[in-house]
């Protein structure tokens, strides 16, 4: 079974500084996806960055990027230039690609971001 | 498009009641997931609903069911209700898109139901 692994309940960050926020996984799966979702407050989850298994190029979204290390299974998410609108649970995400896994994902146990101004 | 839409967004039950939520995806997406989250499990999937057919299904007693209709609107059901069972209930619907020879299903989530079991 697939194991998402989130080991930092709580980080926080000034306003403006970098942040990274680590996230391990175990799959005996050698195609998935991962992500970072955001959940702020209001219980909206919403998707920051997705990182294909096959692809050895780190995902980039604006401020966000992810260390992807597949042969390690860890898989990063570097917040650069961090705003006040960052704060929020960030989960780590992953989903095997083969068709009989649906849209499947597995959560890890989240990070709570707080950014100070 | 209008974005996912679950109702209600508050429920307040007692034990022993059945419950019925209720998620309406994005237009044309067909598949649509339950999760379930708490403090103490965190995100949990509960099924997945493609094309009317359950596709996946969670670790979750038979107490949780759920359906899809024609329309690709799904309903959760939750019978004989447990205090555990206060959570929040999130669904996510997706469609498939295509990159080269990946196929991959963007999932989009709705606000949530919280129930509270008393």
């Known amino acids: 079974a697939q194991t998402v692994t989130q080991s930092q309940p709580e980080m926080s960050v000034q306003e403006a500084e970098t942040v990274t926020l680590s996230c391990t996984y175990d799959?005996?799966?050698?195609?998935?996806?991962l992500f970072w979702y955001k959940q702020p407050p209001s219980r909206q989850m919403i998707l920051v960055i997705r990182?294909?298994?096959?692809?050895?190029q780190n995902a980039t979204e604006n401020r966000f990027s992810v260390n992807f290390q597949k042969a390690a299974k860890s898989f990063s998410l570097k917040i650069s230039d961090s705003q006040l609108g960052d704060a929020a649970m960030y989960f780590c995400?992953?989903?095997?690609?083969?068709?009989?896994?649906?849209?499947?994902?597995?959560f890890g146990e989240g990070t709570q971001l707080t950014v100070n101004p | 498009k209008a974005g996912v839409t679950q109702t209600p967004r508050y429920l307040i039950k007692t034990r022993g009641q059945q419950v019925t939520l209720s998620c309406s995806p994005i237009?044309?997406?067909?598949?649509v997931s339950w999760y379930q989250q708490t403090p103490g499990q965190g995100l949990q999937f509960l099924f997945e609903?493609?094309?009317?057919?359950?596709?996946n299904k969670g670790n979750f007693p038979g107490r949780f069911s759920g359906r899809q209709f024609s329309n690709s609107r799904s309903e959760m059901n939750v019978s004989t209700l447990e205090l555990g069972d206060s959570a929040l209930y999130l669904c996510?619907?997706?469609?498939?898109?295509?990159?080269?020879?990946?196929?991959?299903?963007?999932?989009?989530f709705g606000p949530g139901t919280r129930l509270t079991v008393l």
């Open positions: 990182q294909e298994a096959y692809k050895q």
């Open positions: 799959t005996s799966e050698s195609d998935y996806y």
């Open positions: 237009s044309g997406h067909r598949s």
């Open positions: 996510a619907s997706s469609e498939t898109r295509t990159s080269g020879s990946w196929s991959y299903n963007e999932q989009f």
């Open positions: 609903y493609f094309s009317e057919t359950q596709r």
């Open positions: 995400a992953y989903r095997p690609i083969k068709e009989t896994s649906g849209s499947r994902l597995t």
